[in-house]
């Protein structure tokens, strides 16, 4: 069964960090790219960061190039979103999925996704 757990979300203050986790099972992780996604209160779903396992190969959107850093420990399966300074914008469900087929920011392309991880970020 393939699984994905989000994790490492919470309450923060901005200009701080929080690193996020995907902890991944049921799959190869190797052959798989791996995703970030976030949904915000009344807004589309939107591309964060991504991971092709790999190729090392990594995709950022605008809104959070030089700020958040995509990662992975292979041998736990599990890969990392870092984010410093945080914005309030970027108070969001956080999500991570998984592609087989696919490297990017398009949810289209993702065949499994996680549950989310809720990130606040206070002004």
């Known amino acids: 069964e393939v699984q994905l757990q989000a994790s490492g979300g919470g309450l923060v203050q901005a200009g701080r960090s929080l690193r996020l986790s995907c902890a991944t099972s049921?799959?190869?992780?190797?052959?798989?790219?791996i995703g970030w996604f976030r949904q915000a209160p009344g807004k589309e779903r939107e591309g964060v960061s991504s991971l092709s396992i790999r190729y090392r190969s990594t995709d950022y959107s605008d809104s959070v190039k030089g700020r958040f850093t995509i990662s992975s420990d292979d041998a736990k399966k599990t890969v990392f979103l870092q984010m410093d300074s945080l914005k309030p914008e970027d108070t969001a469900v956080y999500y991570c999925a998984a592609s087989l087929s696919s490297q990017g920011l398009l949810a289209e392309v993702y065949d499994y996704w996680g549950q989310g991880t809720l990130v606040t970020v206070s002004s």
């Open positions: 049921g799959f190869t992780f190797d052959d798989y790219a």
